[in-house]
């Protein structure tokens, strides 16, 4: 009889770990300001798509501004960079993750750039330096951005669960991801803190363009 009982927990226990949970979570800064656009991936699960399934993301410039700041595409996934301003730019990155240039043009590139490794892709344009934008590469198709409040809703997770956690503006080098373990025992909201620098853009690199030592 008390290995039936014993037989009988076990399997309420896996089945509760295997049940799907939703998950809030709440992301703020040193401060307990809301951290808006930071990205929230699932890892340890290459769910992402074929390449040829992905559509073509859209990366425009208006008013000497990268738009959107930041851009989530999935591995093999291509971004399109039009220029919708009256005057020319030159888009490029020298992110590991993906290095190119698009020299000085207006109007529409002739061909969309292929993101096919993940990791963080920092744009700027060797014209105005205070241009300044993100593509974040994911691998896995679970990847999530906060909201102006810091929010993430996170349904239907098989917990336990390892997240990645990832901003602009993080202490940590612009590369690195924080991790994050979601168990069978934590609460359905989470608050999560990330350590941030002031709020100013980060060096683009720009000077390597120009012959400078930054």
């Known amino acids: ?12 226990a896996l089945s509760y770990a295997a049940c799907a949970q939703n998950v809030a979570l709440n992301i703020v800064d040193q401060h307990g300001l809301p951290l808006k ?18 559509p073509v ?9 990268f738009s959107p700041s930041l851009l989530i595409a999935q591995q093999g996934q291509q971004v399109n960079f039009p220029n919708s301003d009256n005057i020319r730019h030159h888009v490029y990155s020298f992110s590991p993750a993906k290095p190119f240039q698009l020299k000085l043009y207006s109007g529409q590139p002739e061909s969309p750039i292929t993101f096919e490794n993940q990791g963080v892709v920092v ?14 590469v994911a691998k896995s198709s679970h990847v999530y ?21 990832w901003h602009s503006l993080q202490k940590n080098a612009l590369e ?21 620098i002031e709020p100013k853009p980060r060096n683009t690199f720009g000077s390597k363009f120009k012959g400078g030592n930054d």
């Open 1 to 12: 009889m008390a290995s039936k009982s014993i037989v009988t927990l076990f399997t309420v």
């Open 37 to 54: 656009n930071t990205v929230v991936e699932l890892v340890g699960e290459d769910t992402s798509k074929s390449s040829s399934q992905l």
């Open 57 to 65: 993301l859209i990366m425009d410039q208006v008013d000497k501004q």
């Open 123 to 136: 744009l700027g344009c060797n014209i105005h330096d205070s241009m300044l934008g993100y593509i974040y």
């Open 145 to 165: 951005q906060s909201d102006e409040h810091g929010n993430v809703q996170l349904n239907g997770l098989t917990l336990p669960v390892q997240l990645s956690l």
């Open 176 to 196: 690195e991801k924080q991790s994050l373990t979601l168990t069978v025992n934590s609460p359905n909201r989470v608050q999560v803190t990330l350590q941030t």
